[in-house]
């Protein structure tokens, strides 16, 4: 019987995201500087088998039952969906899941069904192809969209789209995109624009508080919270009226999650974050390559998520606020 994995303050984390790669086909504004950015060395990077052997320590040990395979974006890693496949073989009934720009869906997303990917979140943060160049630095709307559609064809539904809003940016486009929710049947989720662009782009200017983009939705589309039963980072939400897909916010800056937070980070470099603002990270890949047994790894990482931090986007508001040194395309988002 696999034991929770608690933190000092209570939560029992049970939701693992690991970057797969901290290397990216496009250069989102919001995520990378346009070039520049160092990418790790190959041999730094965790091989599919010590993803595999870690996985199972989390699965196994502890009960994590959602892992989400993310980056930089996770279809560049080549053979992704090998690793799909030998994480499905530990449980197929594991909730595995992918956030990926969607540009090589056509491409893959048959065979990560196949593999055993259950579901993707696909991040596209506007329904213009110019913008679209403008926000990702890559001229690839039509083959996002494309991929979309390859996505449904292969039957990983619901989909779920990803959009961080950004004033004066995309924040035009809110109801266009509750519009395609119900259209389509997705579950497109708002995400706060969060001080962790890599190249200190940010700032509190061009945070849109989730609760603006709720009640301009709501004015035309009431909504009823969706039937989650526990407390979770995305507050999800279905259509009053019974149309199909529905909305979630994501309001790490404003309304910071962490009393309800779940979520452990493996990065690509095998260091576990207990916090995507941590200044911290526990590395596990080098233990893993000097021989050490399952027994002290978990040692290690129950000692770690014991000292998770309280909260750290609570933070970001403070003048004080420091932001972590990696960013969301190098700690895996
Ligand atoms: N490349 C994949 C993608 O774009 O979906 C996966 C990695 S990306 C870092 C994961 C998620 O983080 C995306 O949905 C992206 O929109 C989001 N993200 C990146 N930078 C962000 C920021 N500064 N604030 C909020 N969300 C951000
Ligand atoms: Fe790449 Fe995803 Fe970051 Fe965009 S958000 S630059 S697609 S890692």
């Known amino acids: 019987m696999p034991a929770a994995l608690r933190d000092s303050f209570g939560r029992v984390a049970d939701d693992l995201r690991i970057s797969v790669t901290d290397r990216c086909n496009f250069r989102c504004v919001y ?11 190959r041999e730094d990077i965790l091989r599919f088998e010590e993803i595999h052997r870690l996985t199972r320590i989390f699965v196994q040990r502890y009960g994590v039952r959602t892992i989400r395979l993310t980056g930089g974006e996770p279809l560049v890693r080549v053979r992704i969906e090998e690793l799909v496949a030998m994480l499905n073989a530990l449980d197929p009934s ?3 899941t992918m956030t990926t720009n969607g540009v090589l869906l056509r491409q893959k997303a048959k065979l990560l ?6 579901r993707v979140n696909v991040s596209l943060d506007t329904l213009h192809a110019d913008r679209f160049a403008e926000i990702a630095r890559r001229d690839a709307f039509a083959r996002t969209m494309d991929g979309l559609a390859a996505a449904e064809e292969a039957g990983l539904r619901p989909l779920k789209l990803n959009l961080v809003v950004m004033r004066g940016v995309n924040d035009d486009e809110v109801l266009d995109f509750a519009r395609l929710a119900r259209e389509r049947g997705y579950e497109v989720r708002f995400i706060e624009y969060m001080p962790l662009d ?3 782009r940010w700032n509190s200017d061009l945070v849109v508080p989730n609760r603006r ?5 709501e004015d035309l589309f009431p909504l009823v919270p969706a039937q989650e039963g526990k407390a979770a980072p995305a507050q999800s939400f279905k259509f009053a ?12 800056v404003s309304d910071a999650f962490c009393s309800s937070c779940n979520r452990l980070r493996l990065s690509a470099e095998g260091g576990l974050r207990t916090c995507l603002f941590s200044m911290r990270e526990t590395p596990l890949r080098d233990l893993m390559r000097q021989g050490a047994s399952d027994d002290s790894l978990a040692r290690v990482i129950e000692a770690a998520v014991w000292q998770k931090e309280e909260g750290g986007a609570l933070h970001i508001s403070d003048s004080s606020y420091q932001a972590p ?5 190098q700690i895996g988002g």
């Open 325 to 329: 040194a990696k960013s969301m395309s």
């Open 213 to 217: 983009l709720q009640e301009q939705i």
């Open 241 to 252: 009226d019974g149309a199909p897909g529905g909305v979630g916010f994501i309001s790490s």
């Open 94 to 96: 594991l909730d595995i």
């Open 31 to 41: 995520c990378m500087p346009a070039e520049g950015l160092r990418w790790l060395a």
């Open 113 to 118: 069904r196949e593999a055993g990917l259950k």
């Open 198 to 200: 890599g190249q200190g």
